[in-house]
């Protein structure tokens, strides 16, 4: 089953201080992964950064998972971020796309059980975002961001389907594109009362709403 | 502490990371944190956090991986109370 999940993190809205305490920050990354940053060449990439970067890429696998397994329960410290290469870069230009060529990113491997799942994640001043993916190769995901001026949930969720659809709906003209909601909660696209087969992903934090789907071929949805 | 104390306890501690307060007042054990609170995900540490800080509890892993209701978030600080007796 094709599946991609997505998340992002507005920089702005994090706890600084709360994120450098060992008591929040174990419940969200495991000794193994702290390791990570203690051990390797990071750049000036700030430790809470380092955190909510890692947050990011779990919820992304969570949600990739999620499709696959509607029971799972995430479990941050469960979900392991394994090998991550550093960018050298955090110029973050353009905030739609598909996959990640020439862009700066983090990118690595993430594990949960037996899965093993690779991530591409982008980081700006303003926010985290992550993408994860089943395959190595990100060629047929798109991807988009926005800054929004609400950061109430209804205005956040309304504000993210429309971003989405104004999107596939270039793709896909001619037709009925709405956004609803599995029974076990994963987000599906639906034409008229019809459901495509093209796997979806949002995401929402304080002023930033984000997306991820697959596309193949050029440029048509998986 | 009864059932229904935790409850109106844990109110408080969820109050400060839900933007539409009113919904707490029709809560149960069945009410999402995330799905019916509308509360971010990246919140759900620090309602952890607050919790473990309030009832001077310590919240493992596993039991923290749990509290996504209202239900299971009464459970397992109960549990946690009771380990502390």
Request: aromatic share 10%.
């Amino acid at each position: 089953m094709t599946s991609t999940g997505n998340d992002i993190v507005a920089l702005k809205a994090i706890n600084v201080a709360r994120t450098k305490e060992f008591k929040f920050y174990s419940k969200i990354i495991a000794a193994i992964e702290k390791d990570i940053f203690d051990k390797q060449d990071h750049g000036d990439l700030a430790f809470e950064t380092f955190v909510w970067l890692l947050w990011s890429i779990k919820e992304s696998a969570y949600k990739y998972l999620q499709r696959r397994m509607p029971e799972l329960v995430f479990s941050p410290t469960k979900t392991l971020v394994q090998r991550i290469q550093f960018s050298a870069s955090s110029l973050v230009q353009e905030f739609e796309g598909t996959g990640f060529e020439g862009k700066p990113v983090y990118k690595g491997t993430v594990s949960f059980g037996s899965d093993l799942l690779f991530f591409r994640s982008m980081i700006s001043g303003e926010f985290i975002f992550s993408v994860v993916n089943g395959e190595d190769d990100f060629e047929n995901t798109s991807w988009g961001i926005r800054l929004i001026d609400s950061a109430d949930p209804a205005d956040q969720s309304k504000q993210v389907r429309a971003f989405l659809i104004a999107r596939l709906n270039k793709q896909l003209p001619g037709t009925n594109l709405q956004i609803s909601k599995s029974p076990d909660g994963v987000p599906i696209l639906l034409n008229g009362v019809e459901e495509i087969d093209i796997p979806i992903s949002l995401a929402h934090h304080d002023h930033y709403v984000a997306y991820s789907f697959k596309v193949y071929g050029e440029g048509k949805p998986y | 502490m009864t059932r229904q104390e935790t409850l109106n306890e844990l109110k408080t501690v969820i109050a400060p990371y839900t933007i539409n307060k009113e919904l707490l007042s029709s809560i149960n054990d069945e009410t999402d944190l995330i799905r019916d609170l509308k509360i971010n995900s990246a919140n759900l540490v620090d309602i952890i956090i607050d919790a473990e800080a309030k009832y001077d509890i310590e919240i493992d892993y596993d039991s923290a991986d749990k509290m996504t209701n209202v239900g299971t978030c009464i459970d397992v600080i109960t549990e946690k109370l009771d380990q502390k007796k």
